[in-house]
């Protein structure tokens, strides 16, 4: 999170705020077709994991090989839908500033080509993910980490237009990690080899659970990158620095949920191969909780202090992102449920209606902004309508779970809803407090100190179960032992 908050500061010093805008712009139109790279990705781990869940080496095999197949013939349709729908966007429907026509075609080739290289890093890493060797994948994410940051130190070194340098620089790191991926593959999954050959009825398979996915991930870009899109056209580039800056946040913050929910998720869908509907419904009570725990811990420290943050952090502040960043963690917080309840409903393979439903929801996200803007509606509410949608969706996920997926919406309330609204609002208390009576840094540090005390100690009182606050003892008893 560190490098990636420092890194974004030095962008925007070597970019300038007008380049910044075009890259997170263009960014976001080429990102529209990362709902491909999701969708099969989604897909594969789900296979994958449920034949390891039951021992099946020969389903296995089968597997991969179909997900490599999909993940082909999916980078060809992305190379010919993204050149066409790119050419049009740039020239008829973004407003790049006069001048950066060029630059906005150049971005958006080098970002397209790193979705190609992303959807067959996604294949790899979805096969380590599911044989669960997270300590592999935790190596490789700090690498990839700092070799972004190398990318942005050698922006100040290499002379040249800043723009072109950066988006080739990030394309050679993807491919780097995409070749770290297939070595680790190939040495560790000797039994797992790089053919084609999976079977007509398991490709039918995955190409159905894949299009299915990527409905869900297609929706889930609109109100991305979308929004993002709907916002230049209303307020221009300058919001667009804005709301980069807050993605980037967003990104960085929810790296600590999401890598729980990655280590988690093989877990749930093994348990509910194995029939332990119990276990598997435990899991996702108790990683939903700590999924926003752990969220919180962050969140609430940059809520109080977003001015001297982004002071410490931005020589230049566009306007309106201290606003942007409160509202996306807000956003943040009630996302950070959705994560076990969607692998919940990917575990039982039955996911037509439910992607459907939510889809639906989620691409609505987009006319509404669109109409708000229209009729006067401040750039706020380009966040604020995420965060209205996603409370709806959240209700909607639970009727889905309960019907499909063995978890009572009330015991969802009690196990999951209830413990967290205590926790927060204990562990709030005092920092709360301390923001009133400081200002600048030392509410910074003061803040962010007191919410390192009060949360885990809230947390282990109200929010974990007497089972999961056992678990935790002999965990801190084991680790002082060793010591």
Known sequence: MGISLYASRIVLQQLGVEDFGVYSVVGSLSMFFLFLNYGVSTAIQRFLTYEIGIKNDEGLQKCFSSGLAVTILICIVLITAGEIAGFFAIDYLLDIPAGKEGDALFVYQFTLLMIVLDLFKSCFQSLILSYERMSFFAYLSIAEALLKLTVVMLLSIFPGNKLHIYVILLTSSSFLILICYLLYSRINFPNVKLTLRGGRERLRTIVSFTGWNTLSSFADLCYM????????????????????????????????????????????????AKGEYENFST????????????????????????????????????????????????????????????????????IKRYQITTSIIWISILPVTYYIFKYGGGPEWVILTQIIFGAVLICVRLIFAQSKCHI????????????????????????????????????????????????????????????????????????????
């Open 225 to 272: 990158q979308g929004s993002n899109i709907v916002l230049n056209m209303f307020y221009g580039v300058a919001l667009n620095a804005a709301m980069g800056i807050t993605n980037q946040v967003k990104t960085a913050v929810m790296t600590f949920s999401k890598n729980v929910q990655f280590a988690a998720n093989p877990h749930i869908i093994k348990e509910f």
């Open 283 to 350: 899991l996702i009570y108790g990683v939903s909780r700590i999924s926003f725990l752990i969220l919180f811990l962050p969140g609430l420290p940059i809520l109080l202090n977003i001015h001297t943050i982004l002071s410490i952090w931005l020589t230049v502040i566009p306007p309106y992102t201290e606003t942007f960043i409160q509202l996306m963690i807000c956003f943040a917080l009630i996302d950070s449920l959705v994560g076990p309840l969607w692998i919940g409903m990917q575990a039982t393979g039955n």
């Open 408 to 483: 009572p919406v009330k015991s969802y309330i009690m196990r999951v809803i209830i413990p967290l609204v205590k926790a927060t609002a204990a562990a709030a208390i005092i920092p709360l407090a301390a923001s009133l009576l400081f200002t600048g840094l030392a509410k910074l540090v003061i803040t962010s100190l007191l919410t390192l005390i009060a949360l885990p100690s809230a947390s282990y009182l109200l929010a974990l179960t007497a089972s999961e606050r056992s678990q935790v003892v002999a965990l801190v008893k084991s680790r002082l032992h060793r010591s």
